[in-house]
């Protein structure tokens, strides 16, 4: 079984090219998925700004890439990704007034078509990224570094403000 987890900071603009140029490239479909209230949305034609700002606005935003049509009668995150093995999830992190929230990209399963699509969406990911952070904690000022944690130049710029995190 591959199991793919890498967590990063990115701003919605930099995740939007990245999903358009990667789903394009390797044929994927794209849900949306809304966690509360969990809704569904396979979309149609290409993605754009304005469909992830509004999802947003809703809660929680998971974008989810298939090879194939997903099956979307679901009624749980876990029910989709139970009907649709090998999903690879796009959690989106989105800007607060603490910040630039954590995005992460998943995947798991055993069947070698889909790894390597995987394998290459991941690697796409780590292109865009640098890795290497600081945790700052902002209540009491500890420190943790972060070696594996990933960001891109725009999350860099947008995060330099709030002291939760130096960029290395």
Do not use: C
Request: proline residues 3%; aromatic residues 6%.
């Amino acid at each position: 079984m591959k199991s793919i987890s890498i967590q990063f900071h990115a701003t919605t603009e930099e995740l939007l090219s990245f999903i358009v140029t990667i789903s394009s490239e390797f044929s994927l479909i794209i849900t949306m998925m809304t966690l509360k209230p969990f809704k569904l949305e396979i979309v149609e034609g290409e993605l754009t700004l304005s469909d992830l700002a509004s999802k947003l606005e809703e809660g929680d935003l998971r974008l989810i890439l298939n090879v194939s049509s997903p099956d979307v009668r679901s009624t749980s995150p876990n029910s989709f990704l139970d009907k649709n093995p090998g999903s690879i999830v796009l959690d989106i992190g989105d800007l607060s007034d603490l910040g630039l929230k954590e995005s992460s990209l998943s995947f798991m399963s055993d069947e070698k078509t889909k790894i390597s699509i995987a394998n290459r969406v991941a690697s796409r990911l780590k292109k865009i990224t640098k890795s290497g952070a600081i945790a700052v904690n902002p209540i009491n000022g500890a420190e943790a570094k972060i070696r594996s944690h990933r960001y891109t130049e725009g999350a860099k710029f947008l995060d330099s403000h709030n002291n939760r995190h130096t960029w290395q």
